[in-house]
């Protein structure tokens, strides 16, 4: 009887116990959100029995374990406060932020004394899938059908698998498809015809529809190439702008010494004249050889000065050609000669 007794207790402590250290599970976490790592009730009621608790993480070096949470009797000492929360009411710990780093195998050790159960719990993180778009690859008309080569992705995401599908059960089988490209034929007639694209990937999941309209390439979800062509036509407006301004940027200072210069043609002669107006005295005469009320006006015109010499190779000027501008005649401006002229005038007047 003694003997049944103790075999029946060696039968219930290997069920509560286990058959060794390789009991685990896998726990998807996705990047940037948090994840809650849990224990199964078994192990929930051991840690309130015996009060002795341990989480740990595996590290890059295979000899080494960091401890992360130490549990005992009701209290506990959490050593990385700020990335992760425990929680008392199941032994549970969230791990707040989730990184790529805390992808590694994580253990929850339940000790009394010699005897411990352990828990092995492997994270893996994932970063979620982004909203995935559809280009039109190609397209041909024939035989009254469209056939049209659609390429669906998302730029983030890890391990993304595609599929195609449709809501309409009528049309399903024309938009079946696993993998990111589909070959999508479909007659003219029929203009209705929607089909669905989801990027997923083990933690999230993203669905795009595209719908036919006309054979070509501006049916509807071929957003991502109308981009292309509208940044092109832009780049290339953009371009023309900047080359008109620097044309005219060019073209402005040619302008500008053309009028500088215009003044000084027209402009080429320069004269001076020197006039000197000089009171003389009378002349004394006998008063019979001429009449007191008459008053007598001495003119004198001369050539240039001494100390102006005529150009080199210039003949000299004739007292002609400058005598009229004492006159008031304008022959100097309709000379064709355009050299510089010094006109000397005198004019005398007798006293008073």
């Given at each position: 009887?003694?003997?049944?007794v103790?075999?029946?207790l060696?039968?219930?402590?290997?069920?509560?116990w286990?058959?060794?250290?390789?009991?685990?599970?896998?726990?998807l976490?996705?990047?940037?959100?948090?994840?809650i790592?849990?224990?199964?009730?078994?192990?929930?009621?051991l840690t309130?029995?015996?009060?002795?608790?341990?989480?740990?993480?595996?590290?890059?070096?295979?000899?080494?374990?960091?401890?992360?949470l130490?549990?005992?009797?009701?209290?506990?000492?959490?050593?990385l406060?700020?990335?992760?929360r425990?929680?008392?009411?199941?032994?549970?710990l969230?791990?707040?932020?989730?990184?790529?780093?805390?992808g590694?195998?994580?253990?929850?050790i339940?000790s009394?004394?010699p005897?411990?159960k352990?828990w092995?719990?492997?994270?893996?993180?994932?970063?979620?899938?982004?909203d995935?778009?559809?280009?039109?690859?190609s397209?041909?008309?024939?035989?009254g059908?469209c056939?049209?080569?659609?390429n669906c992705?998302?730029?983030?995401?890890?391990?993304?698998?595609?599929?195609?599908?449709?809501?309409?059960?009528?049309?399903?089988?024309?938009?079946s498809?696993?993998?990111?490209?589909?070959?999508?034929?479909y007659?003219l007639?029929?203009?209705s015809?929607?089909?669905?694209?989801?990027?997923?990937?083990?933690?999230?999941?993203?669905?795009?529809?595209?719908s036919s309209?006309?054979?070509?390439?501006?049916?509807?979800?071929?957003a991502?190439?109308?981009?292309?062509?509208l940044?092109?036509?832009?780049?290339?407006l953009?371009?023309?702008?900047?080359?008109?301004v620097?044309?005219v940027?060019?073209?402005?200072?040619?302008?500008?010494?053309e009028?500088?210069?215009?003044?000084?043609?027209e402009?080429?002669?320069?004269?001076?004249?020197?006039?000197?107006?000089?009171?003389?005295?009378?002349?004394?005469?006998?008063p019979?050889?001429?009449d007191?009320?008459c008053t007598?006006?001495?003119?004198?015109?001369?050539?240039?000065?001494?100390?102006?010499?005529?150009?080199p190779?210039?003949?000299p000027?004739?007292?002609?050609?400058?005598?009229?501008?004492l006159?008031?005649?304008p022959?100097?401006?309709?000379?064709?000669?355009?050299?510089?002229?010094?006109?000397?005038?005198?004019?005398?007047?007798?006293?008073a």
């Amino acid at each position: 009887m003694g003997c049944s007794v103790w075999l029946w207790l060696l039968i219930s402590l290997s069920c509560v116990w286990g058959m060794g250290r390789g009991a685990r599970e896998t726990v998807l976490g996705t990047l940037g959100e948090a994840t809650i790592l849990r224990i199964p009730p078994d192990l929930q009621n051991l840690t309130l029995r015996f009060g002795e608790a341990v989480w740990k993480r595996d590290t890059e070096d295979p000899q080494r374990k960091l401890i992360l949470l130490k549990y005992s009797n009701g209290s506990y000492t959490n050593y990385l406060q700020g990335q992760n929360r425990f929680h008392k009411l199941d032994f549970s710990l969230e791990i707040l932020n989730t990184s790529r780093q805390d992808g590694q195998l994580y253990e929850y050790i339940v000790s009394k004394g010699p005897e411990e159960k352990v828990w092995q719990v492997q994270l893996e993180v994932y970063e979620p899938v982004s909203d995935p778009s559809i280009q039109i690859l190609s397209w041909a008309l024939a035989n009254g059908s469209c056939t049209v080569t659609l390429n669906c992705t998302a730029e983030r995401g890890d391990n993304i698998s595609y599929s195609w599908g449709s809501w309409d059960t009528s049309t399903s089988g024309l938009c079946s498809h696993n993998g990111s490209l589909l070959n999508l034929s479909y007659p003219l007639q029929n203009t209705s015809i929607t089909c669905a694209c989801t990027a997923s990937n083990p933690v999230s999941s993203r669905v795009v529809n595209f719908s036919s309209s006309e054979c070509s390439y501006e049916q509807g979800g071929s957003a991502g190439l109308r981009t292309e062509y509208l940044v092109l036509i832009a780049l290339v407006l953009l371009a023309a702008v900047f080359a008109g301004v620097f044309i005219v940027r060019l073209a402005m200072p040619k302008a500008g010494q053309e009028h500088s210069r215009l003044p000084l043609a027209e402009d080429g002669a320069v004269h001076t004249i020197y006039s000197q107006v000089q009171r003389v005295e009378r002349q004394k005469v006998a008063p019979a050889a001429e009449d007191p009320s008459c008053t007598t006006i001495y003119a004198a015109a001369t050539s240039l000065p001494p100390d102006t010499a005529p150009a080199p190779g210039r003949a000299p000027r004739s007292p002609q050609t400058w005598l009229p501008a004492l006159q008031g005649h304008p022959p100097l401006s309709q000379s064709p000669d355009k050299e510089p002229m010094t006109v000397y005038a005198s004019v005398m007047m007798p006293v008073a």
